[in-house]
């Protein structure tokens, strides 16, 4: 168990979608930080305040590592958050470690080579609107499945070089992984499978390295000079790369879509002027933050934020990125999606030295991918109602499980 030293007053609830956001909006009202309960007896504060979100992800005393800030936990002892802490990467990296694992991956997301992409970007996306024009024009059609996930999932398989018969089990272990609405021995279960699924593709980058990201990286483990990566790092940083670089941008897609279909005099203004599209996507982030809340952050010294609420050292953070954008303190009817709003500030990326480094490819897929659907069917409409739209059953991500649209091309 990981100690804290708070009592939770509430459990945060894993229903996603607008319960998600209305008990946001509800912990926010409380105070700075809120002590909550998460699965499996972890206690946490909850910081769904724009101001205090931002202070504390550039805080001093605030660390992404738990391992090295609360010597009593041991590795493993809560399933759903193995995913999360018991890496090393990146994500739980800090100072000299971080710059050190951020040196290797930077150079394949600079912006030379991600433009580079953008011409393998144009012709996955029209084969999968090729692919969709074949169904008939009036049947409902899961747009998820079948255009947002496959977008970004089949540019990262392609960057990091996953064969094409691992790819589906790997996809969809990646999306079991955030869910925090289910059984420990199934969380056990998600997450072994996936660190073995990630050992079967190093195993095939070996035998048959190619120009890719993976192959890379291994070369970087058996041939990195005085730092190499431990077969850990390599494992964490392959976990790390292929999961956030797909399902925050499916996220991303999906959020715009459907809030498009459900103004199209939003949608026709972008259609009389493409190269507003930027303020589209700039606003689904805003709005709807590809991911909600990502474990976790530990309090190294005690944090006052006033209102009588002090963190702890060694206490749990778990800061609401999704809650920045929609913070009435910050925007001006903020649960409102509206392309022409000045201020569409948002961290969506993060802040600091951890600012994503795939930042640059999800934004231009989703600037290649949705003026391009809007363009091959711009009769597109959602089949159900926007509220009927089923949401992920997490706390982690913001996504959606489909997108039931009808094309209208015939």
Not at 189 to 218: N, W
């Amino acid at each position: 168990m990981i100690a804290f030293s708070a009592s939770p007053t509430t459990t945060l609830d894993s229903a996603g979608g607008r319960c998600m956001y209305e008990q946001v909006d509800r912990l926010r009202e409380m105070g700075p930080a809120v002590p909550v309960q998460l699965p499996e007896g972890v206690g946490a504060w909850s910081v769904t305040r724009g101001d205090v979100v931002r202070m504390l992800l550039t805080h001093p005393g605030v660390s992404r590592n738990l391992k090295k800030n609360v010597p009593s936990y041991q590795p493993g002892s809560v399933p759903w958050l193995s995913p999360w802490v018991d890496v090393d990467s990146m994500a739980t990296a800090e100072g000299k470690e971080h710059a050190r694992l951020r040196k290797l991956i930077t150079p394949a997301f600079s912006p030379r080579r991600v433009d580079a992409m953008g011409s393998q970007l144009e012709k996955l996306t029209t084969r999968l609107l090729d692919d969709l024009e074949q169904q008939p024009g009036d049947a409902v059609v899961d747009l998820h499945d079948a255009f947002s996930y496959r977008v970004p999932t089949e540019m990262i398989c392609d960057l990091f070089g996953v064969p094409a018969d691992q790819r589906p089990e790997v996809l969809r272990l990646f999306r079991a992984v955030g869910e925090t609405d289910v059984p420990e021995a199934e969380s056990i279960a998600v997450y072994q499978a996936l660190v073995a699924e990630m050992h079967t593709l190093i195993d095939t980058k070996r035998r048959d390295p190619g120009d890719d990201l993976a192959s890379f990286l291994i070369a970087a483990h058996e041939e990195g000079g005085e730092q190499p990566l431990t077969e850990h790092e390599l494992i964490s940083t392959l976990l790390l790369l292929i999961g956030g670089g797909s399902t925050t941008t499916i996220n991303l897609i999906d959020h715009t879509v459907r809030e498009l279909l459900a103004r199209p005099d939003q949608l026709r203004a972008l259609q009389a002027a493409p190269e507003r599209w930027s303020h589209a996507i700039d606003e689904s982030l805003r709005i709807h933050c590809p991911v909600m809340h990502l474990p976790m952050r530990w309090a190294t010294e005690d944090i006052d934020l006033g209102e009588s609420v002090v963190i702890r050292a060694g206490d749990a953070i778990l800061i609401a990125y999704g809650a920045h954008g929609r913070d009435p303190g910050i925007h001006d009817a903020p649960d409102v999606f509206d392309i022409d709003r000045e201020d569409k500030d948002h961290i969506a990326f993060g802040l600091g030295a951890h600012f994503c480094p795939g930042s640059r490819l999800a934004l231009l897929e989703a600037r290649v991918a949705l003026p391009a659907l809007f363009e091959r069917f711009p009769r597109l409409e959602l089949a159900v109602a926007p509220e009927g739209i089923e949401p992920e059953r997490t706390f982690i991500g913001n996504g959606i499980t489909s997108l039931p649209v009808r094309l209208h091309h015939k």
